[in-house]
């Protein structure tokens, strides 16, 4: 909680938000382990993984030019996250222009080895994933109705990154772990109720 809130705080600061949320998420994919260690179910569900979802949120906190689509001199999102997971777990990273533009990304670096050394499997992937997909409009409306301050990223240009980012990690993650282990549901037609 103390991490979801100081990352909350910092949201609009894109040089302070990456490692607090990347803290949070950590500390969230240590909780399912947890949990799933303890209660030993069949399947675990659980809402994000910390290696997934900080690369489809990663182009959001890049220094760079925001359009990823229109820029012929930006890396294509399958390009990025290719750099990505190479520079988090080889063993001799090769930066790119994208990794080299993350604030933080050191750091998870650094948590990465860390991770490894004592077993701990936060930046393991999971077995299957379940994307929910929305567009960009679709998500802000329902943002917007809950009629709570909206952070600094959630906006219809970084939304739309993010839409593409993600759909890039279903691949990525698929090539990865084989076809079949991921399911893409398309919910802009949907209401929240029908959606959970």
């Avoid at 799933?36 to 997934?52: C, F, I, K, M």
């Avoid at 080895?113 to 077993?119: E, H, T």
């Avoid at 939304?159 to 991921?182: I, N």
């Amino acid at each position: 909680r103390l991490c979801q809130r100081a990352a909350t705080r910092v949201a609009a600061h894109r040089r302070l938000y990456p490692p607090l949320k990347l803290a949070d998420l950590a500390m969230q994919e240590r909780t399912v382990h947890r949990l799933t260690a303890v209660y030993q179910p069949d399947v675990t569900l659980s809402d994000g993984n910390l290696l997934l979802s900080a690369a489809g949120r990663a182009v959001n906190y890049a220094d760079k030019q925001r359009d990823i689509s229109e820029n012929p001199n930006i890396e294509t999102p399958e390009a990025m996250l290719d750099g990505l997971y190479s520079y988090l777990f080889a063993t001799r990273p090769r930066a790119t222009p994208f990794t080299k533009s993350i604030a933080g990304l050191s750091w998870m670096r650094l948590l990465a080895r860390l991770d490894k050394r004592i077993g701990g499997r936060l930046l393991t992937l999971p077995d299957a994933i379940i994307f929910l997909d929305v567009s960009p409009e679709t998500a802000l409306a329902r943002l917007q109705a809950k009629e709570e301050p909206l952070d600094a990223h959630e906006n219809l240009t970084d939304l739309a990154e993010a839409r593409k980012m993600y759909g890039a990690v279903v691949q990525f993650f698929q090539k990865q772990r084989g076809g079949g282990r991921a399911a893409v549901i398309d919910t802009t037609n949907l209401t929240v109720a029908q959606t959970t």
